[in-house]
């Protein structure tokens, strides 16, 4: 199988930085002979193991041109069943823990069977398989002895699955006559102590990245990472957050100073809207940083919301591909996106939120109830989402995540105990009937008609709004309608700006700004 590997060449060819702030401790990698991708590889990308020996010849074709540093999700389903051993666990009991381990090993160990036939690479993945079993049956164990499971050891458990994934694939590499080396995060990234959703310390992981990375790329061997995973300055591993190994990708991409980043996984590219909702999306091309951004924040699961934010000072390139279809050129993530004015672009939506109100008619003579409320929602790490307010200040409701939801409720309830008992907050209430809806597209405050035209498509299709937030952004226009609502509002936006057609597009193809290189050949049925 022959990939092209960057179908739409920069025009100032691979190595320019033009984009990219320069971090003297970062010379190093520049020093490399050839360009230096971070290419990450989701889930399903990993899930068995004919995708693996997929995504090792995709490997395999880019380390002919390129340094390449991987990152691997864990296979398919197994954080969700770390998840639910761990949730066992807590609940004393053990044995279904215990089964929720031996099936994730039958996973592995069939993949292994499929894959790794010399008997050094055997003994050797086959030892490390039986010591991260272990380790996870301890944890399971120590979780069930205590019933409890605090965030700490939530992490331990789960980061299991990347742990037990990089191995497989790097012996895979191996079995393919590719020097390669399984490396745990932990050792690389380092993070605040913020379990189930940690941010690095930058500076840190720099160091250490240049430090045990770049002597790899200078020897030609594939450093094969664990996604989703890090650990404290003090050595106690954390997890990025679900989803978050393209976080993962993007930090090493910039503590590397790499080339790109590639982002590897199951759908062509970031689509005009999820393709679980609307049939007939299509294919982004080009987006900016800030576009993809508000997509992912709101509910685009093939980018974790905070996948931007660590290439955002330095500007590389960060692409979406298909591991299923190589030779699609996906999209591509830049700093400024398309130059070409501005256009709804995307939708998306979430719906496992839930929308929160703190209000009443008496509301107005309680002190600070904007700071009070925010206070609040930040002291429990609540992700506010979206806030709409009434301009007598009676009532204020605000959007977060389903997940955050008793806990912030609780927490508001015991901020306003006070004015609850004296009845001047009237309520406080919660509603888990509810959606997000965005769209998104560069300067859209700027762009006659994109409001009109978005509620009268929603009023055609008969959904009814529930609250509204434009303004804080140029490039969003997000509200709330009831979960049930959800996908009519999405197909009826999606049609009204005629997304789903590329000619009806205001942007145009690429391929006048970035030339299509003849697809090479190929023997795969790709
Ligand atoms: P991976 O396991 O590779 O990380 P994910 O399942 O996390 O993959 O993300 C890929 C999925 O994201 C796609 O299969 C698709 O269903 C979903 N998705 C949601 N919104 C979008 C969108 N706008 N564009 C592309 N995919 C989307
Ligand atoms: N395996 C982790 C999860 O399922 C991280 C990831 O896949 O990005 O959330
Ligand atoms: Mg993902």
């Not at 693996?52 to 389903?77: D, K, P, Y």
């Not at 949730?87 to 823990?97: D, F, I, K, V, Y």
């Not at 008609?449 to 490039?475: E, K």
Request: net charge neutral.
């Amino acid at each position: 199988m022959k990939i092209p590997m960057n179908p739409r060449p920069q025009r100032a060819g691979l190595h320019s930085r033009h984009l990219q702030q320069h971090h003297p401790a970062a010379e190093v990698c520049h020093n490399l002979k050839r360009p230096v991708r971070v290419m990450k590889f989701g889930g399903t990308s990993v899930g068995d193991a004919s995708c693996i020996a997929r995504v090792v010849e995709i490997i395999r074709a880019a380390s002919l041109e390129c340094h390449v540093v991987v990152v691997v999700s864990a296979m398919s389903g197994v954080t969700n069943k770390l998840v639910e051993a761990a949730t066992q666990s807590e609940a004393g009991r053990h044995a279904p823990a215990a089964s929720i381990l031996e099936g994730i090993r039958v996973q592995h160990e069939r993949a292994i069977d499929a894959l790794i036939h010399s008997a050094a690479e055997r003994a050797r993945i086959d030892c490390k398989m039986k010591a991260l079993f272990e380790e996870g049956a301890r944890l399971c164990k120590g979780t069930s002895l205590l019933r409890e499971l605090t965030l700490r050891s939530r992490d331990a458990i789960l980061g299991l699955g990347e742990r037990l994934s990089a191995p497989l694939v790097a012996a895979a590499l191996a079995e393919r006559g590719m020097a390669s080396e399984a490396i745990e995060a932990t050792e690389l990234v380092v993070t605040d102590a913020c379990h189930g959703g940690a941010d690095p310390f930058m500076d840190h992981t720099r160091e250490r990245c240049q430090a045990r990375l770049r002597p790899l790329l200078d020897q030609d061997v594939v450093p094969v990472v664990t996604g989703f995973i890090g650990a404290t300055p003090e050595g106690v591993p954390t997890t990025l957050g679900r989803g978050g190994s393209d976080y993962s990708a993007t930090i090493l991409a910039a503590a590397l100073q790499a080339d790109e980043a590639i982002i590897w996984t199951d759908v062509d590219g970031l689509q005009t809207a999820d393709p679980r909702l609307v049939d007939d999306g299509c294919t982004i091309p080009e987006i900016s940083y800030r576009e993809a951004s508000e997509l992912a924040y709101f509910g685009a699961r093939v980018l974790h919301p905070k996948t931007i934010r660590a290439v955002m000072q330095c500007g590389i390139p960060l692409w979406i591909r298909n591991t299923f279809a190589p030779k699609q050129p996906g999209t591509k993530i830049t700093p400024a996106g398309y130059p070409g004015g501005g256009a709804v672009k995307a939708l998306s939506a979430m719906s496992d939120v839930v929308l929160i109100n703190v209000g009443g008619p008496a509301m107005v003579e309680v002190p600070d109830v904007l700071g009070r409320t925010f206070r609040t929602t930040a002291a429990v790490r609540a992700d506010v989402l979206l806030i709409s307010q009434s301009s007598s200040q009676n009532d204020l409701c605000l959007v977060i995540p389903s997940a955050f939801a008793k806990c912030t409720v609780e927490a508001l309830r015991h901020e306003f105990a006070h004015e609850l008992a004296h009845e001047k907050t009237e309520h406080i209430s919660v509603d888990p009937t509810v959606a997000i809806v965005a769209v998104v597209g560069q300067h859209l405050r700027g762009i006659a008609g994109v409001i009109g035209r978005t509620f009268s498509a929603l009023d055609r299709a008969s959904v009814n709004l529930v609250a509204i937030a434009q303004g804080a952004t140029d490039c969003t226009l997000s509200f709330v309608v009831a979960k049930e609502d959800m996908k009519t509002a999405l197909i009826s936006i999606h049609s009204e700006f005629q997304l789903g057609s590329a000619s009806s597009r205001k942007i145009p193809e690429p391929a006048t700004e970035y030339p299509y290189p003849s697809l090479p050949a190929t023997n795969s049925a790709d």
